[in-house]
């Protein structure tokens, strides 16, 4: 049982805020030495200890080369550093502005127009604080100037935000291609129909509660010189990120390139935007680069941590306890996916989709392959269900996200209000997933 201590020790020190990468190393370490002395018993010498000790992280400086020499995860640094670039490039305000004039007359038409935004930012940056906080300062004022409810604007602003882990490109997508081992490029074409989905069904639902409750989303009266010439500057700035997602996926679903190629290809087409936009700069290109450094060392630091985390897991046999729990259930395949979906639900309102996908996925993952689930399929079910993680209260981290951008007005439950409904939806998306895979594709 010392593993599945341990895994709920370094549970309790992140909901206390220790930092992530430290916690699981530091855990890993301390339950390894415990490890080791019980499995001496009844006569553990000091020395026997310590040898049993650096025995069981032997294989770690392998395992860190390994990481480090990783091309699958070259790619995370290059698409951080496109959605950065794109992000100091105002791309969002550009969009939001133009899309917010098309649909002003639709009633619930900036709700829709902040939906197709996230889906635009989610292609071509897939950094989800950026588009949140984009939105958030962008978006919301206008919306709640036009008599918008707090409720639909704080919970459109957030869900749309957080497309971009499902719509590819999308770091989650590269992560769980690395620990499935397969192919990014099969994920992103796997995740592509799922996430449309989710956004219609967003659409949908913003439609219909419109139409319901008129004083939700009013519509808007757009003056006539406003609307001239409206089309043009959608399109101006519709196209050229439209342009960079064709080449950035467009070049994988093709065969031509790698993710990995692609991504280089998105950060080169970042640059040629923000120099289309005059944005281009040594200092932003400074500030990108250094921001991508952080966020790049920070993913890295906690891939480290979380495998020798794994290291001592396996080594105490409490992968086998969890295997054998998991395979008792009644159900057999349905009883792991729907446990497994409420665990990684679970956990997600306490940790970051990172942790999750190399602490309990690779966990998870054997067991899978001994009931025979197909594997794309089960990523994708992981994958919907790690977005569904940034949404929900009370750690959701798109609700921070907006919250540090709100007006004052705007209050806490007001988004934990708003996002309810669009939770709901994406529980239902995913449920759809897990009982008609074929109609994704995925069976």
Not at 257 to 268: D, M
């Amino acid at each position: 049982m010392t593993g599945i201590i341990m895994f709920f020790a370094a549970l309790v020190l992140l909901s206390v805020g220790y930092p992530v990468a430290f916690t699981f190393g530091a855990v890993a370490l301390f339950f390894g030495a415990i490890a080791a002395y019980i499995e001496l018993m009844p006569n553990p010498a000091f020395v026997m200890v310590a040898e049993e000790f650096f025995s069981m992280f032997s294989m770690m400086p392998f395992r860190i080369y390994s990481i480090m020499t990783n091309t699958i995860l070259m790619a995370v640094p290059l698409f951080i550093l496109m959605g950065i670039i794109l992000q100091k490039s105002e791309l969002a305000e550009r969009l939001l502005e133009s899309m917010g004039i098309l649909f002003g007359k639709v009633r619930g038409g900036l709700a829709i127009s902040t939906v197709l935004v996230g889906t635009l930012l989610a292609a071509s940056t897939g950094v989800v604080g950026a588009s949140v906080v984009a939105m958030g300062v962008i978006s919301l004022p206008v919306m709640l100037k036009y008599g918008y409810s707090k409720k639909l604007a704080t919970g459109t602003i957030c869900a749309a935000g957080t497309l971009g882990q499902i719509i590819p490109p999308s770091i989650v997508l590269i992560i769980l291609g690395d620990v499935f081992q397969l192919p990014v490029g099969d994920l992103f074409k796997a995740a592509l129909v799922p996430g449309l989905v989710l956004v219609g069904c967003y659409i949908v639902y913003i439609v219909i509660i419109a139409l319901i409750d008129k004083k939700v989303a009013p519509e808007i009266v757009v003056a006539e010189e406003d609307k001239k010439g409206s089309i043009g500057r959608a399109l101006l700035a519709i196209l050229p990120p439209l342009t960079l997602i064709i080449l950035v996926l467009g070049s994988i679903f093709i065969g031509i390139a790698t993710p990995t190629e692609s991504a280089a290809v998105g950060a080169l087409g970042a640059m040629v935007l923000a120099a289309m936009y005059r944005k281009l700069t040594w200092q932003i290109v400074l500030d990108s680069s250094l921001q991508t450094a952080q966020i790049t060392a920070m993913v890295f630091a906690i891939l480290i941590g979380a495998t020798a985390f794994s290291m001592v897991f396996i080594y105490t046999g409490a992968d086998l306890i969890v295997e054998e729990f998991m395979m008792g259930l009644p159900g057999e395949k349905w009883g792991f996916i729907i446990l497994s979906m409420a665990a990684i639900m679970l956990l997600g309102f306490f940790i970051d989709f990172i942790e999750i996908s190399y602490i309990v996925v690779p966990i998870l993952l054997p067991i899978s392959h001994a009931i025979g689930l197909n594997p794309m399929w089960f990523a994708i079910l992981i994958a919907m269900n790690l977005q569904t993680s940034f949404l929900t209260p009370p750690f959701g981290f798109s609700l921070f996200y907006l919250k540090g951008v709100c007006p004052p007005e705007v209050q806490t439950i007001d988004i934990y209000r708003g996002v309810v409904p669009f939770i709901i939806i994406q529980m239902m998306v995913l449920a759809s997933i897990v009982v008609f895979p074929h109609l994704y594709g995925l069976s």
